[in-house]
């Protein structure tokens, strides 16, 4: 075999300016061959003999030879070292210039072959795009739609793609989503689904793609499948589920997408997607669950959903998930209730439905996405709510938890969350016994912390708390103040020329505030406060330079 492989590359090489003559095509199917029964031994053949620089030139005229000589490029480019080679003899234009032709056969092998060429590289796949292929393919994918295995090349070429970022603008100006969403009605074929599948996710994180998908009716697709599967045990069955209620939750994330579907909360698919909550399979509750939280992106529409029993719903759902509960349906229960808690209009009704009670079941968990999203709940539900900040914030057992959680380092976003929470109950209730309660359970020295994050506003909401706190009950606070140094805290915040104003303005309050205790009031005159706060009468800021006298007054009074 080598030797006819030899024999009949040297005859290539000597005919190949004659393409459409018979020895060059017998030669082809001699390669053909060779490649069948060892590819890398045949292809390393090929390179060393020269023959890669010869391909353009036969491929250059369509005749007979124009698909053997494209699968000949596709069999060898399977090889990883041939790729560069196959690049650097400049077969890459000649190749994408046939995705022109009306031959099924041709059109096939040089699909291949590009693909083979580009497999796993970014920058060849990107060369392909910025050459137009993307509109070339769509259209083909329309044209041969009834040639199964020319559809499949396109597909494959879709999904590797619609990975890049640069091609969905492209792909956003084709009928890719009419094509795709027609092909996917057609199919009863798993594997061909799922083939489908794989490109619609990566081009649905598209927003104008997303709309475009909704508009070409893939959602009654995805509920037929989800309609289809939901009751089914097969493995196959279960994973096409998840597929289509997991893209149903992706185009709900473009907001012109999320709107449409919604319509207003008559939609049909809206109802649809609220069925899956109350169902005993967890991926639909999950779908369900999320779905909701994105339709919760806005005022209006989070108001409709809480006037229309949707809370109760969902408190339902986690109460089937309190103990041994699935992680994930918890956390996606609990972020579209957070979300739903936005509005100032929802906060009463969502109390009054009990939603902190069930909430508060979860505070056991030891699952740090269920901790945040518990936390940021808690937080939005108790916004402008006075009474239940201090209901809440009276509750031993959580400010407990809370003052845990402040210290989990290894969880940056619980231990925000947990700090935020602590200071929105002392604010939200203004109230002695939430602020005794945060004394007892140790929470003052987080407070402080929290005073010199790198966020302003947690800064701010740090600041305030500690200024209600002194302002309420400084006897028993005065220790932790002193054990926190909260007094060497705040010069550092007047010192410092990158405090924002506000941060300025609420430490020089607390200031004034801690004044009424001895141990606090010796270490600001040792710290020359008046001095840091003689400086800020001239700021440029008018409130605080307003405030700097104020304050400058009250030191020189107590001095």
Same mark, same amino acid.
Request: aromatic share 2%; net charge negative.
């Given at each position: ?85 196959? =690049? #650097? ?7 994408? %210039? @046939?995705?022109?032709?009306? /031959?099924?056969? $041709? &059109? !096939? ?120 599967? =939901? #009751? ?7 994973? %096409? @589920?998840?597929?289509?209620? /997991?893209?149903? $939750? &992706? !185009? ?308």
């Amino acid at each position: 075999m080598a030797d006819n492989l030899c024999e009949a590359l040297k005859t290539l090489k000597l005919s190949s300016a004659d393409s459409a003559s018979d020895s060059v095509e017998s030669c082809l199917d001699c390669l053909l061959k060779a490649l069948a029964q060892n590819n890398v031994e045949s292809s390393e053949k090929i390179l060393e003999m020269g023959i890669l620089p010869l391909m353009p030139s036969l491929l250059a005229t369509q005749n007979s030879c124009t698909p053997k000589v494209a699968n000949i490029i596709a069999e060898v480019a399977k090889n990883e070292f041939m790729r560069s080679p196959c =690049v #650097e003899a400049g077969l890459i234009p000649p190749l994408v %210039q @046939l995705l022109n032709c009306k /031959d099924q056969e $041709v &059109l !096939l092998q040089t699909g291949r072959a590009l693909g083979n060429i580009c497999y796993d590289s970014h920058t060849l796949q990107a060369q392909l795009i910025s050459m137009g292929v993307i509109p070339t393919l769509v259209k083909l994918l329309g044209v041969h739609s009834q040639n199964t295995a020319l559809t499949e090349m396109c597909l494959i070429a879709f999904g590797n793609l619609a990975e890049l970022e640069s091609s969905k603008e492209q792909f956003a100006s084709t009928n890719i989503a009419e094509e795709l969403v027609r092909m996917f009605r057609k199919q009863t074929e798993h594997e061909k689904k799922e083939m489908i599948f794989e490109v619609l996710a990566p081009l649905a994180e598209n927003d104008v793609i997303k709309l475009q998908l909704v508009e070409a009716g893939l959602v009654e697709c995805l509920l037929d499948v989800v309609g289809q599967t =939901v #009751e089914s045990d097969r493995e196959e069955e279960i994973a %096409q @589920l998840k597929t289509a209620s /997991d893209l149903m $939750v &992706l !185009l709900l994330l473009g907001d012109e997408s999320m709107q449409k579907l919604f319509e207003g909360g008559k939609g049909s698919v809206f109802q649809r997607v609220l069925s899956w909550v109350p169902s005993n399979n967890h991926q639909l509750q999950l779908a369900g669950a999320l779905a909701i939280a994105n339709f919760a992106r806005n005022d209006g529409n989070c108001i409709h959903m809480v006037d229309t029993g949707i809370v109760q719903m969902l408190l339902e759902l986690l109460d089937r998930h309190v103990e041994e509960g699935n992680v994930t349906v918890q956390h996606a229960a609990l972020s579209a209730l957070r979300n739903l808690a936005i509005p100032v209009v929802n906060k009463s009704k969502m109390l009054t439905a009990g939603v902190a009670d069930v909430v508060l079941k979860f505070l056991k968990s030891e699952m740090p996405p269920v901790q945040f999203k518990l936390l940021g709940t808690l937080r939005m539900l108790i916004d402008t709510q006075a009474d239940a900040a201090d209901q809440l914030g009276t509750k031993q057992k959580l400010v407990e938890r809370l003052v845990e959680w402040c210290e989990a380092k290894d969880h940056a976003g619980v231990m925000g969350e947990s700090n935020r929470l602590l200071s929105a109950l002392i604010r939200h209730s203004k109230s002695k016994d939430v602020v005794r309660s945060v004394i007892q359970c140790g929470g003052v020295k987080h407070l402080v912390t929290m005073a010199t994050s790198e966020h302003m506003i947690m800064q701010n909401e740090a600041l305030v708390a500690l200024g209600l706190i002194a302002a309420l009950d400084l006897d028993s606070a005065e220790k932790d103040f002193v054990g926190a140094t909260l007094v060497q805290v705040l010069h550092k915040l007047l010192t410092e020329e990158k405090s924002a104003p506000e941060i300025k303005y609420n430490s020089m309050i607390l200031i004034c505030s801690v004044m009424g205790s001895e141990p606090l009031h010796k270490e600001v005159q040792s710290l020359a406060f008046i001095d840091v706060v003689s400086k800020l009468r001239s700021h440029e800021n008018k409130t605080v330079a307003h405030q700097a006298s104020l304050t400058e007054q009250r030191l020189t009074a107590q001095s």
